[in-house]
């Protein structure tokens, strides 16, 4: 299985970038990479996803190294809203299997 | 993105019993997924249900316990059965999105067993 790691916790500034690292060295060479956040109290929500090459959306930007090892997910802007669990986690088989995630703290 | 709901939003058992959960989605899903989070734990997939088919279920999830239902391409049931206090738990109903691989959750029914 692919395994991911992330760090348990970190802590922003409100208004810095929130950069989070994963690692998924074990990931195979056609999965995706997904990251999800978990606001407090509600169910998941996805963030942005891929495979190989930056991805950026309205929500936040994607950084994949070039040997697919690792990823770093930035919120450019951090706000008090993005204090939640963010999960770095592939896609294998049609389904998404949770890490334990990285605890964000916005800090005011 | 697809609106998901479900109901109950939460419950309070007797140990022994049963509870249903409903998960509604407002378009037509091929897979939807069950899964459970435990308190101050990340999200364990239960199982996934295809419409027309057997669920499928993940390593230590079994279908006495957890049987699921999956009547239609909009709708589907999961039931914890044989309550025990280690029950207590989020369940969250979650299913496919837009065709890139990503998923969105319901809101969850957040389970209490006495």
């Known amino acids: 299985d692919a395994k991911t790691t992330q760090p348990p916790s970190m802590d922003c500034a409100e208004g810095r970038a929130a950069n989070l690292p994963c690692n998924h060295s074990?990931?195979?060479?056609?999965?995706?990479v997904y990251w999800y956040r978990q606001i407090h109290s509600q169910g998941p929500q996805y963030i942005i996803h891929?495979?190989?090459n930056n991805e950026t959306n309205e929500m936040a930007s994607l950084i994949i190294t070039e040997d697919r090892k690792s990823s770093t997910l930035i919120l450019p802007h951090a706000t008090l809203r993005d204090t939640a669990v963010y999960y770095c986690?592939?896609?294998?088989?049609?389904?998404?299997?949770f890490g334990k995630g990285t605890r964000l703290h916005i800090l005011p | 993105s697809a609106v998901i709901s479900q109901k109950p939003s939460r419950d309070i058992c007797q140990r022994g019993t049963s509870l249903t959960i409903q998960c509604q989605v407002d378009s037509q899903v091929t897979m939807m997924f069950w899964y459970r989070q435990q308190p101050g734990q990340s999200l364990t997939l239960i199982a996934t249900?295809?419409?027309?088919?057997?669920?499928?279920?993940e390593s230590g999830f079994v279908i006495d316990k957890f049987p699921i239902s999956r009547p239609n391409l909009t709708f589907s049931t999961l039931t914890v059965s044989n309550l025990s206090p280690e029950d207590s738990s989020i369940y969250l109903c979650s299913v496919d999105g837009t065709g890139m691989g990503e998923q969105f959750f319901g809101p969850g029914t957040r389970l209490t067993v006495l």
């Open positions: 249900a295809n419409q027309g088919s057997e669920a499928t279920y």
């Open positions: 986690t592939p896609r294998r088989d049609d389904k998404i299997i």
């Open positions: 074990t990931i195979s060479g056609n999965e995706y």
């Open positions: 891929g495979l190989k």
